[in-house]
């Protein structure tokens, strides 16, 4: 099993949708989660850290379920501008990998 | 707060040619970071180094140097480039091992 897991996609959303995505991770005893965003040709940027209770940042919601192994992000009302790649992030279990990036969920908001 | 810089934005080098990526973090980070992104591949971690004095392998380090020249910089040698190091390049920095990253713009290297 890799080591942090999520759909490519592309999803493609009309504006003003509901859309979720999850990701799953290996390492059971993995501490801290993060999602990240990516914009074509350009640097990944921390959209939020995910938390053991779950949290908000307007728009945005993102939960962990540590029992399945997997956090997901919600994003409502979706904006043009929302269209990005979406990266899962996962502290790694090998003491050489500080971080372990998915290879992103790619998402297109339409008008 | 400039952040992450790196230079330069752009290279194209041809093969055999060596070259050093330039990265500087403002934000008095410990730990720096350099990874490679290729197409459907994702980030793949290079080297980095957790703190001052110490640099560590990551998944992809053939081919590759780092020297973390004090706190704020950490450098990227090719030492004979080759077309399968034709990638992007990004600098990251962290407070800790561990801790949520920041990026650099990133430098788009063509090797020939």
């Known amino acids: 099993r890799k080591e942090v897991e999520q759909d490519p996609g592309p999803f493609n959303v009309p504006e003003g949708a509901t859309v979720a995505f999850n990701c799953t991770y290996s390492?059971?005893?993995?501490?801290?989660f993060f999602w990240y965003r990516q914009d074509c040709r350009k640097e990944p940027k921390l959209l939020m850290s995910v938390y053991s209770s779950g949290n908000e940042d307007g728009r945005f919601t993102a939960q962990l379920n540590r029992a399945s192994q997997y956090i997901s992000l919600l994003i409502r009302d979706s904006k043009l501008s929302d269209s990005a790649t979406y990266l899962c992030?996962?502290?790694?279990?090998?003491?050489?990998?500080?971080?372990?990036f998915g290879k992103g969920t790619r998402l297109s908001v339409i008008a | 707060n400039a952040g992450v810089t790196q230079t330069p934005k752009f290279q194209v080098l041809k093969t055999g040619q060596s070259m050093t990526l330039q990265c500087a973090q403002d934000m008095n980070h410990n730990s720096m970071y350099w990874y490679r992104q290729d197409p459907g591949m994702g980030l793949r971690l290079i080297y980095y180094?957790?703190?001052?004095?110490?640099?560590d392998k990551g998944e992809v380090p053939n081919g590759y140097n780092v020297s973390r020249l004090n706190k704020r910089e950490f450098s990227l040698r090719l030492e004979s480039a080759a077309p399968s190091q034709t990638s992007v390049y990004f600098c990251?920095?962290?407070?800790?091992?561990?801790?949520?990253?920041?990026f650099g713009p990133g430098t788009r290297l063509t090797v020939l």
């Open positions: 990251a920095s962290s407070e800790g091992y561990g801790r949520e990253q920041f």
């Open positions: 180094s957790a703190s001052e004095g110490t640099t």
């Open positions: 992030v996962v502290v790694g279990d090998s003491g050489n990998t500080p971080l372990v």
């Open positions: 390492n059971s005893a993995s501490q801290s």
